[in-house]
């Protein structure tokens, strides 16, 4: 501001002398052009013009950004599920989150961890290479280490799990095969298919060593787990073996009345009824010979072809 | 009145130089105080600035001084609020969300009030203080954290207290959303 002199504007230097219209304000005068302006400073048009313009673009980005709102309360609804444990119901959010941003490290790390925890490989296996082919941004991040131990110790368990498999299909092989799957089953304890697939094997194990208690009592369990065709089917190979050797007369009714309840169970799936038809004419064998052989043998005896299961 | 450490950082955050400004000439008309002279921007020490009437009016003053930190700061959470998730935590390119975060920031980098517009409150808070004044009780503490903060803008505590604003604000925002 221009030094304080009476007879000028104190803003914008005019000579007011003794101009009556003047005004005073606190120790200073102003000419009439300058009063109402410093009364009232209006704000420039520019200004409410640009203010105007940035609500409208802010109301503009808030609609347009309704689906990020949505992704992102879904990724942090997520991540608080998961920091509670609650990885099943997690899931599902960053499921959600993942279709608006496939992009985003975090929620791809969450959506693998939490389905590595609960056993869903095949969720955490799209979480990870739908995002840019599974690389990240930052590969030393905790999330990122972790996310890939868990991966990691999964890929093992079902490299071993399948050698397994494949050591199941051979006679005398089960004690074998049962420790890998056991194996796979204590490198990822999160799929309760591997520990019970781990004592269906111990099962067949226990047949190949004909410790036949054994045999039942793993049978009788993983029909209680898991009521199915081949739970139905296994438990009655187990009662027709205890017949076998026993001759006791309640273990043939027990084995026949599974061998009915596998035949139940597996209508409507071709894969179980194919394997129960291989399967009941073995138990049946067994039944009314009381004998006790191996596929292998009665694949030998009777059959020309080849097929699976005990 | 606002200082920025280089010409080119000041026209490169403009928008908050302009909100600040903007803020000291809303409260001056709120409180009907005479305002002299504006500037909204300039390439120059300080980039902008208001002229205003001092008032005896403590309220006002506080207003006055103080109602450009507490707009930036909000515009600042508000702005980078919408940048936010398609940014940070979704990695979704949107040039209108990266638009938004330089405008954030901008704004928030700029609330700091100048140590002018404190020194006007440091002279009158500490007798209304004493006097109970809950205003000026709450002033005293914010004023002289501000008056250092402006000091530390030389090693950008302006541009430090605008990421940490725009990032926090918007964790903060979501976190108690998801809840």
């Given at each position: 501001?221009p030094?304080i002199?009476?007879s000028i504007?104190?803003r914008c230097n005019t000579?007011?002398a003794?101009d009556?219209?003047?005004?005073?304000?606190?120790?200073a005068?102003?000419?009439?052009?300058?009063?109402?302006?410093?009364k009232?400073?209006?704000?420039?048009?520019?200004?409410?013009?640009?203010?105007?313009?940035?609500?409208l673009?802010?109301?503009?980005?808030?609609?347009?950004g309704?689906?990020?709102f949505?992704?992102?309360?879904a990724?942090?609804?997520?991540?608080r599920?998961v920091d509670?444990?609650?990885?099943?119901n997690?899931?599902?959010?960053?499921?959600?989150?993942?279709?608006?941003a496939?992009?985003?490290?975090?929620?791809?790390l969450?959506?693998?961890?939490?389905?590595?925890?609960?056993g869903?490989?095949a969720?955490?296996?799209?979480?990870?290479?739908?995002?840019?082919?599974?690389?990240?941004?930052?590969?030393q991040?905790?999330q990122?280490l972790?996310?890939?131990?868990?991966?990691?110790?999964?890929?093992?368990?079902?490299?071993?799990?399948d050698?397994?498999?494949k050591?199941?299909?051979q006679?005398?092989k089960s004690a074998?095969?049962?420790?890998?799957?056991h194996?796979a089953?204590?490198?990822?304890?999160?799929?309760?298919?591997?520990?019970f697939?781990?004592?269906s094997?111990?099962g067949?194990?226990?047949?190949?060593?004909?410790?036949?208690?054994s045999?039942?009592?793993?049978?009788?369990?993983?029909?209680k787990?898991q009521p199915?065709?081949?739970t139905?089917a296994?438990?009655?190979s187990?009662?027709a073996?205890?017949y076998?050797?026993?001759?006791?007369?309640?273990f043939?009714?027990?084995?026949?009345?599974?061998?009915?309840?596998?035949?139940q169970?597996?209508?409507?799936?071709?894969?179980?009824?194919?394997?129960i038809?291989?399967y009941?004419?073995r138990i049946?064998?067994?039944?009314s010979?009381?004998?006790?052989?191996?596929?292998q043998?009665?694949?030998?005896l009777?059959?020309?072809?080849?097929?699976?299961a005990? | 009145?606002f200082?920025?450490p280089g010409?080119v950082?000041a026209a490169?955050?403009?928008?908050?130089?302009i909100?600040h400004?903007?803020g000291h000439?809303?409260?001056c008309r709120?409180?009907?105080?005479?305002?002299?002279d504006?500037?909204?921007f300039?390439?120059?020490?300080?980039?902008?600035?208001?002229?205003?009437?001092?008032s005896?009016?403590?309220?006002?003053?506080?207003?006055?001084?103080?109602?450009?930190?507490f707009?930036?700061t909000?515009?600042?959470?508000?702005?980078?609020?919408?940048?936010?998730l398609?940014?940070?935590?979704?990695?979704v390119f949107?040039p209108l969300?990266?638009?938004?975060?330089?405008?954030g920031?901008s704004?928030?980098m700029h609330?700091?009030?100048s140590t002018?517009?404190?020194?006007h409150?440091?002279?009158?808070?500490p007798?209304?203080?004493?006097?109970?004044?809950?205003?000026a009780?709450?002033?005293?503490?914010l004023?002289?954290l501000?008056?250092v903060?402006n000091?530390?803008?030389?090693?950008w505590a302006d541009?430090?207290?605008?990421?940490?604003?725009?990032?926090?604000?918007?964790?903060?925002?979501f976190?108690?959303?998801?809840?």
């Amino acid at each position: 501001m221009p030094l304080i002199n009476r007879s000028i504007c104190a803003r914008c230097n005019t000579f007011i002398a003794s101009d009556a219209s003047a005004v005073q304000i606190g120790s200073a005068r102003f000419c009439s052009t300058c009063a109402p302006l410093i009364k009232d400073w209006d704000y420039p048009v520019w200004l409410k013009i640009g203010l105007a313009s940035l609500l409208l673009l802010l109301a503009v980005a808030l609609v347009h950004g309704r689906k990020y709102f949505h992704a992102g309360r879904a990724l942090y609804i997520g991540e608080r599920l998961v920091d509670e444990g609650k990885f099943a119901n997690a899931l599902p959010y960053l499921k959600e989150t993942l279709t608006i941003a496939p992009g985003s490290d975090k929620a791809s790390l969450l959506a693998a961890k939490s389905a590595l925890m609960i056993g869903d490989v095949a969720s955490a296996d799209k979480a990870l290479h739908d995002h840019d082919g599974g690389h990240y941004e930052d590969g030393q991040s905790a999330q990122f280490l972790e996310v890939n131990s868990l991966w990691d110790h999964a890929n093992e368990a079902f490299k071993k799990a399948d050698q397994a498999g494949k050591l199941a299909q051979q006679d005398g092989k089960s004690a074998q095969a049962a420790k890998l799957m056991h194996d796979a089953a204590s490198l990822y304890p999160q799929l309760p298919g591997f520990a019970f697939a781990a004592e269906s094997l111990d099962g067949g194990a226990a047949f190949e060593r004909r410790d036949f208690d054994s045999f039942l009592a793993v049978s009788e369990n993983q029909w209680k787990e898991q009521p199915a065709s081949e739970t139905a089917a296994q438990l009655a190979s187990a009662l027709a073996c205890k017949y076998a050797v026993t001759g006791t007369i309640d273990f043939r009714k027990r084995a026949e009345e599974m061998m009915d309840k596998a035949r139940q169970l597996a209508q409507g799936d071709s894969e179980a009824l194919k394997s129960i038809d291989e399967y009941v004419p073995r138990i049946q064998y067994r039944l009314s010979s009381r004998k006790i052989i191996t596929k292998q043998e009665y694949d030998y005896l009777f059959r020309s072809g080849k097929s699976s299961a005990k | 009145m606002f200082f920025i450490p280089g010409p080119v950082i000041a026209a490169l955050t403009f928008p908050g130089v302009i909100i600040h400004e903007a803020g000291h000439l809303f409260f001056c008309r709120f409180f009907k105080l005479h305002v002299f002279d504006v500037c909204f921007f300039r390439f120059g020490n300080p980039a902008g600035y208001v002229v205003h009437q001092q008032s005896e009016n403590f309220t006002a003053q506080f207003f006055v001084s103080m109602g450009p930190f507490f707009a930036n700061t909000l515009l600042c959470i508000v702005f980078c609020s919408a940048a936010f998730l398609p940014i940070w935590e979704l990695k979704v390119f949107d040039p209108l969300a990266y638009f938004f975060y330089w405008l954030g920031l901008s704004i928030g980098m700029h609330a700091f009030p100048s140590t002018q517009d404190l020194s006007h409150l440091w002279v009158m808070a500490p007798a209304l203080a004493k006097k109970g004044n809950p205003l000026a009780i709450l002033c005293l503490p914010l004023a002289g954290l501000l008056v250092v903060a402006n000091y530390a803008r030389v090693v950008w505590a302006d541009l430090g207290y605008g990421i940490l604003v725009g990032v926090l604000g918007p964790i903060a925002i979501f976190k108690a959303l998801a809840h």
